[in-house]
């Protein structure tokens, strides 16, 4: 006979599984969009700035966790998330997470 015990820790993987989400994939570079480097350490807490084709810039907080070496006007092409419950002191544009780079 199933004890109470067993009983509630079968319900509970049954929960836990039924409410488990699919990780989004990571690597989904289908939507990236291009972007251009621009040098921004001209102001005070900044550095490299991405800058779209309608030149609003951008701040990314990871570019350091890709293999990136950016040069004043190169072209990259990126998925971007942002990151509006952040804030930076450069001020020049909003902060941004990379998720992708092609």
Known sequence: MIDLKNCFTIILCLCTMACATKKKDTNDCSNASVYTWVDGSELAGCGWLL???N?????????????????LG???KVVLKMR???SGICMSGRLVEIECVL
């Open 51 to 53: 800058e779209d084709a």
């Open 55 to 71: 030149e609003n810039r951008f701040e990314p907080i990871n570019a350091d966790q890709f293999s990136l070496s950016p040069t």
């Open 74 to 76: 190169q072209e990259i």
């Open 84 to 86: 509006d419950d952040l």
